[in-house]
């Protein structure tokens, strides 16, 4: 399967890119900068260069799913969390809809709502309003909702439940084995999920989704 990786040059997209290359699939590592490049040619990974703010169909050539797994960071305005993490989400799914790529990851967040008042009330809305247009679509879809995400080294134990709102905290290292393991099972089409650190393997947490 080649999975065109969205934000791969992102904290958790570069674990995912990983784990791809070290299985069965194929990944491609979409990014917005040519100087990101070398760390992919390094494992030998193609890469494709894309702009969420602007289309990227092109970047679905040949592709066969999709993880988004890109963000707007900590460190920009509301408004680039608006367009990357809503618009530039939506247009993803619209651009995996124009090339038939059907089965779409999305990496979102525990406690997006779209009324959301907390602290980072912009993030979660965005998050929100990308999950509802992906869930309305004719995609073959996964959510993973991670709580608040670390660079712990991850245990490959999880806790993943149905509710979507609540706190805790996930490795990233989790994140992206849920993001690559949620491709190649089928229990997980149309599902969305809250992955938190815990005691259950990972992929037996899964297969109960």
Same mark, same amino acid.
């Given at each position: 399967?080649?999975? +065109?990786? #969205?934000?791969?040059?992102?904290?958790?997209?570069?674990?995912?890119?990983?784990? @791809?290359?070290?299985?069965?699939?194929?990944?491609?590592?979409?990014?917005?900068?040519?100087?990101?490049?070398?760390? *992919?040619?390094?494992?030998?990974? =193609?890469?494709? @260069?894309?702009? /969420?703010?602007?289309?990227?169909?092109?970047?679905?050539?040949?592709?066969?799913?999709? #993880? *988004?797994?890109?963000?707007?960071?900590?460190?920009?305005?509301?408004?680039?969390?608006?367009?990357?993490?809503? /618009?530039?989400? #939506?247009?993803?799914?619209?651009?995996?809809?124009?090339?038939?790529?059907?089965? *779409?990851?999305? +990496?979102?967040? @525990?406690?997006?709502?779209?009324?959301?008042?907390?602290?980072?009330?912009?993030?979660?809305?965005?998050?929100?309003?990308?999950?509802?247009? /992906?869930?309305?679509?004719? +995609?073959?879809?996964? #959510?993973?909702?991670?709580?608040?995400?670390?660079?712990? =080294?991850?245990?490959?134990?999880?806790?993943?439940?149905?509710?979507?709102?609540?706190?805790?905290? &996930?490795?990233?290292?989790?994140?992206?084995?849920? /993001?690559?393991?949620?491709?190649?099972?089928?229990?997980?089409?149309?599902?969305?999920?809250? @992955?938190?650190?815990?005691? &259950?393997?990972?992929?037996?947490?899964?297969? &109960?989704?």
């Amino acid at each position: 399967m080649k999975v +065109l990786v #969205i934000g791969a040059n992102g904290n958790t997209a570069t674990r995912v890119v990983r784990r @791809l290359a070290a299985g069965p699939h194929a990944p491609v590592a979409m990014m917005r900068d040519p100087r990101q490049r070398e760390p *992919f040619d390094r494992l030998g990974v =193609p890469t494709v @260069l894309g702009d /969420l703010e602007y289309p990227i169909d092109h970047c679905l050539a040949g592709c066969d799913a999709v #993880i *988004f797994a890109a963000g707007s960071g900590g460190h920009t305005g509301k408004d680039k969390t608006v367009l990357v993490d809503h /618009l530039g989400a #939506i247009r993803a799914m619209v651009s995996a809809q124009v090339r038939g790529v059907k089965r *779409f990851v999305m +990496l979102s967040s @525990l406690n997006a709502d779209i009324e959301s008042q907390s602290k980072i009330a912009h993030y979660h809305r965005a998050k929100a309003h990308a999950d509802h247009y /992906l869930r309305e679509s004719d +995609l073959d879809y996964t #959510i993973v909702c991670p709580g608040r995400l670390t660079d712990d =080294p991850g245990n490959d134990r999880v806790t993943i439940s149905d509710q979507l709102h609540g706190n805790g905290k &996930t490795a990233r290292d989790h994140v992206a084995a849920a /993001l690559v393991l949620s491709l190649d099972l089928a229990n997980t089409i149309g599902k969305s999920f809250s @992955l938190l650190d815990g005691d &259950t393997p990972i992929d037996a947490a899964l297969r &109960t989704v």
